[in-house]
């Protein structure tokens, strides 16, 4: 057999809620097995597809760990490699994929029992990995490898966009290049169109890769299908980046909720959150920041907080708050054209959005804009399913939502009263979902985390990271194996809705010019969608 399929072992015992473990023949190396590679079982009935998860050695009798025997002579070495000692591997059965007529007629199936005992095991053969993962087409995407192989592993970009994905790992070991390619995937199937909020100028125009490499981003390899916004027209411009609009903020736009949010950034109180909504009751919702900034200590104030039952402490710690959102160059007492409005005007053409924020990567500026302009987009979305229900009419194109830093937004403390930890919770009731990204995944809310429906999770070096992604998925002690292996860089396990399994990659290649043109479709691919979509809308 060659080294794809080749005989690895047989079953000697196991269960299905921990899987089996594997007897390796003496011609089966321990030291060429890896955790995360996979493996095929055959059983008397059903073939079983399933992962490495842990590579131990094992003796016949117990007296050799003892007193080891002298292997100096490599045929006594090779004697007892073949006789008194032995590897074993723990396999993880997942799918079955073949054997019986539900899996020959629909395809892979989720396991419901274990192989015989003493079921041969062989490594798995690049079609079986196909036969499991698919090949890439009009929304499948590819994303990598698995190890040691040359096989596609593909996303079903369909299924992703459903629910709230993430995209966790410490710093440098590569989830922005993920979130690229996960966002070009989207975009080049067109599932979804994507709002990025692009705390760092990475995704929309070039970025640079940890070798400090120029790479390209979206807007160069789809200059019709992205538009660039931009917070820091002065950054843009040094960049040389052509920006389609300057979004600029007026404090007439800013609500109490927006406040809220920023609670811990600003070093509020509960009592001056609480203060907030009593001045904007007070001075109207126009110009609510200015008339509170310019009371004065006086009687009048005096009088004023204490009709509003606000006390001086309280106050004055709200004002501190206000003067820092208030430095922002971007905000200004009233802007004339609507940012949403403008955002809302590209995403409605198919065209997406990336906003950078240039020189304001402080926390404040991104939690504050982020979450107002998200709160209004998705008050538009809302309204245009609930009357697409109404009147039965198509609803609005599926909408994405990039945010990073998430656990600024999604904390236990602020989630519930968040719009991101709403539009987690509703499942695309809107046609809203998030993928957020951040290297603190235990900072997250842990229902929102139990509803994201993919996770893809570079190397975690966090105990409670790893616990919080790993949360509520079935043979966690198994993955957490796993993803702890992960190599620093180029190497993500991900799980969840957008695939059948658990798989470990390795990212695909991104940055040559021939990486580049496999994201390009070709002309002849873009006419035919065009015309599929034209046919469609005419028999809607």
Known sequence: MNEETKRLGIVTSGSLAKGVEVRLDSSASVEDMAVGRYVTIEGQKQRFFGMITDVSLGVIDQKLTLTPPDVSDPFMAEVLAGTSTYGTIHVSPYLTIGGDVASLIEGPQPVKTVPSHFSTVNLASQRDVELVFGGEDEKRFYIGTPLDMETKVCLDLEELVKRSNGIFGKSGTGKTFLTR???????????????????????????????????????????????????????????????????RIGYDEIEPEDIGLLRQTLNLTEASVQAVYQLYREFGNKRWIEATLELEDRDETKQLLTRLNIHDSTYRNLRRGLETIRRLPFLLPHVPDNP???????????????????????????????????????????????????????????????????????????????????????????????????????????????????????????????????????????????????????????????????????????????????FIPSPETEIKQQAEKDIEELWE
């Open 181 to 247: 390619l996960l966002l070009i995937g989207i975009l080049q199937k067109g599932t979804a169109a994507n709002l990025v909020f692009d705390m760092h100028s990475e995704y929309g125009w070039e970025g640079r890769s940890e070798e400090r490499r120029k790479v390209k981003a979206l807007k160069q390899l789809f200059p019709s299908k992205v538009a660039v916004f931009t917070l820091d027209e002065e950054s843009s411009r040094r960049r040389r980046v052509s920006t389609d609009f300057v979004v």
């Open 340 to 518: 949403v409005r403008h955002i809302l005007e590209y995403l409605d053409q198919g065209i997406n959005v990336v906003l950078e924020f240039g020189r304001y990567t402080d926390i404040t500026a991104y939690i504050l804009v982020a979450n107002l302009l998200t709160r209004r987009i998705h008050a538009q979305y809302r309204e245009r399913m609930e009357k697409a229900l109404g009147e039965d009419t198509a609803p609005p194109h599926p909408l994405v939502i990039t945010i990073e830093e998430a656990h600024k937004f999604l904390n236990p403390e602020v989630s519930s009263q968040t719009i991101f930890g709403n539009i987690a919770r509703e499942m695309r009731k809107y046609n809203v979902t998030l993928l957020v990204i951040d290297q603190r995944p235990s900072g997250i809310d842990d229902e929102v985390m139990s509803q994201m429906g993919t996770k893809i999770t570079c190397l975690l070096d966090n105990e409670r990271d790893i616990d919080s992604v790993l949360a509520g998925v079935s043979g966690k002690s198994e993955l957490k194996s796993v993803l702890s292996r992960l190599e620093s860089k180029q190497q993500a396990l991900i799980f969840g809705h957008s695939v059948p399994m658990p798989v470990v990659i390795r990212t695909r290649e991104y940055g040559s010019a021939q990486s580049y043109k496999e």
